[in-house]
């Protein structure tokens, strides 16, 4: 799930209250290249009666597209994934002040002050394409978030602007040394099949096989998959709070045995 620090539109308080309504008891927030949420997260989870789990998504570049890995149970204070991360979003706000040009060449201008002096308020907040796409509708251009990717931002549209970054590879070492554990996130929605075996051989220990994308016939795929390559398996709604996806928290979970399995991995790194 997001948060405000990145993507998501519920804050850190909003969004653990709505996970407490579902009735959910274990939860992870994933935000797109930071862990800001976490310390505000774990306290009203703790308040709550839910177990928080340090969490990120991650995102890798490989051939021009975007690649998320999930990284659980990290330690959100190492060192080494404090200046990746650091550098992450410096590479995002690079990003988004290209797309916002070529907006502007398009007809279609957002105030991308808004956007970074939100950034800048937010010690840590990461930004990104979706903040980009709310910046459009605020504006006028679509009528909402959907629209805009449709339109303008999606990979292949006029507003689209490829990122430089770190292979798929690099990210999962850098979720490892931070003790955590790393998944493919979404794979049916990214369609990267083929990738999934050769990065299993380069450490992957995860994948993504419970998701609010995925209809029945792909998580008996990604489920067979797994257990071919001898992967865990992760699963969550990828909740972002935003009304145009009509997704909630525990619109998708991952089943008890395969929890217990994860968590009992966690444990191994943590003597690791």
């Not at 990104?128 to 504006?139: D, E, K, N, S």
Request: with cysteine; aromatic share 4%; glycine share 10%.
């Amino acid at each position: 799930m997001h948060t405000t620090a990145s993507d998501g539109r519920c804050t850190p308080r909003e969004l653990v209250d709505r996970v407490a309504a579902a009735g959910i008891t274990v939860m992870a927030v994933t935000d797109h290249d930071t862990t800001a949420s976490y310390t505000d997260v774990e306290a009203r989870a703790r308040a709550r009666g839910i177990e928080a789990i340090p969490g990120i998504e991650i995102t890798a570049v490989e051939d021009g597209r975007d690649v998320h890995v999930l990284g659980y149970f990290l330690d959100p204070s190492n060192t080494r994934l404090i200046e990746f991360l650091r550098v992450q979003r410096e590479t995002r706000v690079k990003r988004v002040h290209a797309i916002a040009a070529r907006l502007a060449e398009l007809g279609v201008p957002i105030d991308l002050q808004m956007l970074l002096d939100e950034a800048q308020r937010n010690l840590g907040r990461s930004i990104g394409r979706p903040q980009v796409a709310r910046a459009l509708q605020l504006a006028g251009h679509v009528a909402d978030t959907k629209e805009a990717f449709d339109r303008f931002l999606g990979n292949g549209g006029p507003a689209f602007v490829s990122r430089p970054g770190s292979p798929p590879e690099v990210v999962i070492g850098i979720i490892h040394r931070a003790g955590g554990i790393a998944s493919l996130a979404h794979p049916g929605r990214t369609r990267i099949d083929p990738r999934i075996e050769p990065l299993a051989v380069a450490g992957l220990d995860a994948l993504e096989v419970y998701h609010s994308d995925h209809d029945e016939a792909a998580v008996q795929r990604y489920h067979r998959m797994a257990t071919e390559l001898g992967l865990l398996m992760t699963g969550g709604s990828d909740f972002h709070g935003d009304p145009a996806h009509g997704i909630e928290p525990g619109a998708s979970t991952l089943p008890p045995p395969e929890w217990q399995r994860l968590n009992a991995a966690r444990r191994r790194h943590a003597v690791g």
